[in-house]
């Protein structure tokens, strides 16, 4: 990233570089808005589409640059360190609409004012504290799916290689937090984990990388037709959460405070069938 230009020292109107809700969109808006040479007070970045407009600001649209957002990433890392690159890679995953100028004006802070590294430690600085808030979020929920995201067996012919699917409906972008956690755990395994609000899906062939689709469209009969095998263990489990419950314990509150009702709906124990 070069150092800003000042064109126009007297501009007085902001101008909005809108970009793809994706981390590496909105890396590009930054680049993008960074090397524009309008200054750094008068511009600011935008992810997504679903945005009033405003009648006192001009606005850019920019294309997803992966190149550009290698040398967003790398600048970030480098010169803000992993710390504080860790909390703005989180807070781009968010379904906050105002992500794009949050991490905008901390990579601003970053590296333009303040010059030096773990500036997310600031909290008593409100747009830090907004980051903070965004990040946390997503880390949160990421942390929710990897205790309650069930995997099941899809059906496959013989001879063919067993795959593991599961379903989610998350707020935020956790995909990559899912990855490297289940990657991690099961490295030979052929998995895929379809996120049904970002029409994302994740998918991992045993002993390689991982990597997520964008725009998919998976039906829901698609990835229920489970094995038979499956069908018999899921029978096998709800059995046994069903045994091991005691109905004169029952406290539903108490549950939903350990285990969200948001998360049943792809959960095998919750399944009726």
Not at 52 to 73: C, M, N, P
Not at 80 to 101: N, T
Not at 178 to 194: K, S
Request: charged share 25%; proline share 3%; glycine share 8%.
């Amino acid at each position: 990233m070069r150092r800003p230009g000042g064109k126009q020292k007297g501009a007085t109107e902001m101008t909005i570089f809108c970009c793809e809700d994706t981390v590496d969109g909105i890396f590009t808006g930054i680049y993008d808005a960074w090397d524009s040479g309008l200054g750094l007070a008068n511009v600011t970045v935008q992810a997504g589409e679903n945005h009033d407009r405003s009648l006192f600001a001009s606005y850019v649209i920019t294309e997803t640059d992966h190149g550009k957002a290698q040398k967003v990433a790398r600048t970030l890392r480098t010169r803000m360190g992993m710390e504080d690159y860790q909390v703005i890679y989180q807070a781009a995953l968010s379904s906050g609409e105002d992500k794009g100028a949050v991490i905008f004006a901390a990579a601003v802070l970053g590296l333009a004012v303040l010059r030096r590294k773990n500036i997310t430690r600031n909290l008593g600085n409100t747009q830090i504290m907004r980051l903070f808030e965004l990040s946390r979020r997503v880390e949160k929920e990421g942390h929710h799916y990897r205790m309650f995201l069930r995997f099941r067996e899809l059906e496959h012919g013989e001879g063919e290689e067993a795959v593991m699917a599961a379903q989610i409906e998350p707020e935020s972008q956790v995909l990559p937090l899912l990855g490297e956690h289940f990657a991690q755990r099961f490295p030979m395994m052929n998995f895929m984990i379809y996120d049904r609000t970002h029409s994302q899906c994740l998918v991992h062939p045993g002993g390689r990388q991982w990597v997520i689709a964008q725009d998919v469209r998976i039906e829901e009969a698609q990835i229920t037709r489970y094995s038979r095998e499956e069908e018999e263990y899921a029978r096998l489990w709800r059995g046994f959460v069903s045994s091991v419950a005691i109905k004169e314990r029952e406290n539903p509150r108490c549950q939903m405070n350990f285990m969200p009702k948001k998360y049943w709906k792809y959960m095998t124990e919750h399944d009726p069938a």
